[in-house]
């Protein structure tokens, strides 16, 4: 079961990859979709004992939900360095939202805002904990920032959401964020 599991792991940063950051010589329409099979073909050549069943499971069970499945074909849903369209609804009803990161991290963001970085978007997060939880990839102590989305929204910012877990937003000036008392 152990091997299974770190197989999934693997197999779903190399799907990360190819659909986020460089699909090599898939063939990527501007929404960012695949043909499933082609995908599979791909994963197949890394990782021989990949299957259909396997890659359906890990788009639906991913903790995070990265991927979208329609029409025999496959995407990923956010954190994307290549230019797609990704088709998202504004989101109006959101009025916090939240960031982890670094305390070093912090310190610039409360300077220069948040930035997409290597990424296209601004990731942020519904709740503290899902914030912390993102955190901790990269510290052990995350700092959590907070946003006045409301604010920010009345000011022309917008703000999309792609799972029930992330936010999307291309730029969060400093004066929507603030430091979260722990």
């Known amino acids: 079961m152990r091997m299974r599991e770190r197989l ?3 197999i779903s940063k190399y799907m990360s990859y190819l659909l986020r950051h460089d ?3 898939l063939r990527m329409d501007e929404h960012g979709f695949v043909d499933f099979n082609e995908l599979l073909q791909k994963i197949r050549e890394k990782f021989p004992d990949a299957d259909e069943p396997l890659i359906v499971e890990i788009v639906e069970r991913s903790e995070r939900r990265r991927f979208e499945l329609r029409d025999g074909r496959i995407r990923a849903l956010y954190g994307h360095s290549i230019p797609v369209k ?3 609804k504004e989101d109006f009803s959101v009025k916090i939202l939240y960031h982890g990161t670094t305390q070093e991290a912090a310190r610039r963001i409360l300077r220069e ?5 290597r990424r296209r978007w601004v990731h942020l997060s519904p709740t503290p904990e899902i914030a912390r939880r993102i955190g901790l990839r990269r510290t052990s102590r995350p700092t959590i920032l907070e946003i006045d989305v409301e604010r920010a929204r009345r000011d ?5 959401r792609a799972t029930d877990e992330v936010y999307l ?6 004066k929507y964020i603030r430091l979260m008392r722990n």
């Not at 805002?113 to 970085?117: E, V």
């Not at 937003?169 to 400093?174: A, N, T």
Request: glycine residues 12%; contains cysteine.
């Open 169 to 174: 937003c291309k730029y969060i000036p400093p």
């Open 113 to 117: 805002g948040i930035k997409p970085m």
């Open 86 to 88: 990704l088709g998202l």
């Open 8 to 10: 999934k792991t693997k």
């Open 23 to 25: 699909p090599k010589d």
């Open 156 to 160: 022309g910012l917008k703000f999309y």
